[in-house]
């Protein structure tokens, strides 16, 4: 079996983010990135702050682990990062999540493809608009959403932090109108540790998101969330 770099176990807790928010689920989070977006809330998987902490497992290792941690409390593992999608090796843990009666979910960017993808029961993708300062390669993300079209498992979601992100957001919806999307809150404050504050200030962000979205008129079939996770419990990891 090929092994998975692995930067943390943690749950069960909800799905904060996107299609199914608010799903009771344990969360798998890889090492590494092909992006270093600006705001990345996990750059931890990336920037070397965590590389003490990363293990090498194996899918059946990482199933115990899951075990371990949840017990009997779940039957969904959300797989993000960094980016997993720069893993072959998740596929085997797909499939072995699936024996186990696991559903599966994956947040990836949509710059890598993975045959395993067309496995996955919920995927995000989340192509990163200008304030991320990142650049999305069209012909990937086409490409993908090509694959994985026939699936039906398949949402976008952009974070949006000001007007030119929610142009790109636009662009994007207008782009690919028959996958449901996705408009998320960004949280512009990453480190700060007083949850009460940034969740009256990233309500305030979310409510300057709805009004953008009421007033578009090329906007209408979406769905407009902040990240719930944050909202409860600041930006404490592991949660
Ligand atoms: C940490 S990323 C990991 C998966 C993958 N690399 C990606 O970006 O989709 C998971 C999700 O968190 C979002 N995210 C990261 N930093 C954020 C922030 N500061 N505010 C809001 N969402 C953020 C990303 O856009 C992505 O949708
Ligand atoms: N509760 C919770 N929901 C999430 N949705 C996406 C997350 C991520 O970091 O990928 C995340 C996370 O870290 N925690
Ligand atoms: S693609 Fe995802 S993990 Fe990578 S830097 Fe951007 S937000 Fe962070
Ligand atoms: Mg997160």
Not at 58 to 75: H, K, M, P, S
Not at 217 to 236: S, Y
Request: charged fraction near 20%; aromatic fraction near 8%.
């Amino acid at each position: 079996m090929n092994s998975i770099p692995v930067l943390e176990i943690f749950g069960p807790t909800i799905q904060g983010e996107g299609m199914v928010v608010g799903r009771k689920t344990m969360f798998v989070r890889t090492a590494g990135c092909d992006y270093r977006c600006s705001w990345c809330d996990s750059a931890f998987t990336w920037d070397g702050s965590g590389k003490a902490d990363i293990q090498k497992m194996t899918a059946d290792e990482i199933w115990d682990q899951l075990v371990a941690v949840g017990g009997e409390r779940f039957d969904h593992v959300t797989i993000s990062g960094g980016n997993p999608a720069l893993l072959s090796a998740i596929g085997e843990l797909v499939q072995l999540l699936h024996t186990k009666g696991i559903q599966t979910a994956l947040e990836t960017q949509g710059s890598r493809w993975q045959p395993w993808m067309l496995d996955i029961d919920d995927l995000t993708l989340s192509p990163k608009p200008p304030s991320s300062g990142m650049k999305t390669n069209f012909n990937v993300l086409d490409q993908i959403i090509e694959q994985l079209r026939p699936q039906n498992n398949t949402s976008l979601k952009v974070v949006v932090f000001d007007d030119a992100d929610f142009e790109y957001a636009t662009d994007i919806h207008s782009r690919y109108k028959d996958v449901p999307f996705f408009l998320q809150v960004g949280n512009d404050d990453i480190t700060s540790t007083d949850t009460v504050a940034l969740t009256q200030h990233l309500l305030g962000r979310y409510e300057w998101l709805v009004d953008k979205t009421i007033a578009s008129t090329a906007m209408n079939n979406v769905r407009v969330l902040p990240q719930v996770h944050t909202l409860l419990w600041g930006n404490k990891r592991g949660v």
